[in-house]
């Protein structure tokens, strides 16, 4: 027999008022589940230990995905693992995140449950601690069931400051591993398509942490919105090189391929949400290659192309029969709503 | 004659997608206006100097007040000053804020104008930059116009820990003016009821600097959703005192007070947001006073009450006709979406 629904398996309105449905609330599904010393003090900021010489990373990101719950990950993995990759491509050791929910009133209590126990595994996976939050609750039909925003404050490791400005013709691109996972998964379960692909959210720190140790890594960036072929365009402008890509190098599973070719999509501008895209040094590529495929996150790691001297500001993929594509930025994007 | 509202006038999913007219939208909206140079680098993570030998404060808020633009402020202004109001109350001196915007799709572009304008002229205000930010964009439905969450970062101002555990019987509890603007100028314009009230949304780390160099500063807070009352409240909770509270020397304007009472509300649960709630050595608070009138935002500071030996853990008024009544925490809210 189906279990009733009682209001208390919802979220009211009451729940974000500051007062005490809120304060039991955040106790329950945050509190008791992100437990940490800094977070248990409960007060207006998390207090911080002072960075002593090391830049502070910071950074922030709202996550809308929709559907919330995807295969390989749901919205609360998603607003870990976004964040964190964000401090990571910059070199930077994720220590903390915020956490702020806007839900709308009615979404079943079980369903932030799941998604708060997410978070909790999420963040104790990539080793940071969700130390300061937020709960606001607007009335139903004023969102989308849930939106959440982490911010997150990292420490640069010294030496690593990477930059743009350090990138050399002949440079070498390296990804870790297949791409467009992550979009395609959202989208299979968006239009109930039958499908294996699942999201390949996952923390990157540990990965680039020993990347940044073999050395040579110029710059970094995690192709999330707008994909592999977005980041390496804005690599590329304003700049005095140019990228060439191999399309035969390119780490496309078979099955985003055909998911891909049935909703008209181009796996480049597919959004991932585990990969890393690291412009590194000729000389230490095939060394960063072997180190990369000792990590479980870098197994599939491969060389999709080069900084070339020619075809300045630009990204040019040699396709696989020969030919030359110019890949240019969308203007708008192929799928909304995807992180 | 009224001018034709065009396509281009209005947000589109597109906007959020990562793609080229995100970029120029975050030019316009974002770079241009909140423009220094960690933003400008437009990385994924804004680089902040090292903090050397002071903690961190680290913060965040979600904001989803309704409507959007209320007498004394908006959105904007307030995702800035009630983030890093956060960080005052700590103790901590506001430096840096991400802001992250969820976007309903067909929002009027001159209402983001609006609301980045504010954001702008807020920050500047206040001396904190904008380095890092977000923008998402959902279908028409799916949320309320626009949310915005802000993160803020600063640093512990040395010797200033404040906590309540420095608290002790005796000491004196400080508000730097009257209560109750905030909530109900929001509520003004929701109801579209005639009334001079405007939102007290201000800035406090200058005044509360001030505050900390006279000393005898044990703990802050500022008292937002839930009010004076609710603060006081988490304040007595399981604590060894009780706190005595004077109605008669609650500074209520008389307007607040009117419209309260024709909404059936009580000002000392309504949201403020430009005061602090200072608890201070008894044998500094008139000294304490008289530093704050300086300042425009204590020009109307008072003591309000103290901590008291009796009632432990609990908020007792004592009422204008000489009678006491027992403040609890209210069970949901008077007001949602205030902030």
């Known amino acids: 027999m189906k279990k009733k629904q009682r209001e208390e398996d919802k979220i009211l309105l009451s729940h974000g008022s500051g007062g005490k449905a809120m304060s039991s609330l955040i106790k329950k599904m945050v509190v008791e589940k992100f437990n940490n010393y800094i977070l248990n003090e409960l007060n207006d900021s998390a207090l911080l230990p002072a960075s002593k010489d090391k830049k502070i990373c910071?950074?922030?990101?709202?996550?809308?995905?929709q559907p919330i719950f995807f295969p390989g990950g749901d919205i609360g993995t998603l607003a870990v693992n976004g964040t964190i990759n964000?401090?990571?491509?910059?070199?930077?050791?994720?220590?903390y995140l915020s956490c702020s929910f806007i839900i709308e009133e009615g979404l079943e209590m079980n369903i932030l449950d799941r998604i708060t126990n997410s978070i909790k595994t999420a963040s104790k996976k990539a080793n940071v601690e969700i130390v300061t939050g937020d709960t606001k609750v607007v009335e139903k039909g004023n969102a989308?069931?849930?939106?959440?925003n982490t911010a997150g404050v990292g420490v640069m490791q010294k030496d690593f400051l990477l930059s743009k400005k350090k990138i050399q013709v002949g440079d070498k691109i390296i990804i870790n591993g297949e791409i467009g996972a992550h979009g395609l998964a959202v989208m299979s379960k968006r239009e109930n398509f039958k499908t294996d692909i699942k999201s390949d959210c996952a923390p990157l720190w540990s990965l680039i942490e020993q990347m940044l140790s073999v050395g040579g890594v110029k710059f970094m960036r995690d192709p999330t919105r707008g994909g592999v072929a977005t980041v390496l365009c804005e690599i590329a402008a304003n700049?005095?090189?140019g990228i060439q890509l191999?399309?035969?190098d390119l780490p496309i599973h078979d099955n985003v391929l055909s998911f891909s070719e049935i909703l008209g999509l181009d796996p480049l501008y597919v959004a991932n949400e585990g990969k890393v895209i690291a412009v590194v040094d000729k000389d230490i590529a095939s060394v960063m290659l072997k180190q990369m495929k000792k990590d479980p996150l870098g197994k599939e790691a491969s060389i999709i192309?080069?900084?070339?001297?020619?075809n300045t500001g630009r990204v040019i993929l040699e396709t696989v029969i020969g030919?030359?594509?110019?890949?240019?930025?969308l203007t708008g994007n192929q799928l909304p709503r995807i992180c």
Chains 1, 2 share one sequence.
């Open 305 to 310: 192309g080069e900084i070339t001297k020619k």
């Open 144 to 148: 989308d069931k849930i939106f959440i």
């Open 323 to 329: 030919g030359t594509r110019i890949i240019d930025r």
């Open 58 to 65: 910071f950074t922030t990101d709202s996550y809308v995905v």
């Open 86 to 95: 964000d401090l990571a491509v910059m070199g930077a050791k994720p220590l």
């Open 239 to 241: 700049a005095d090189f």
């Open 246 to 248: 191999h399309e035969t």
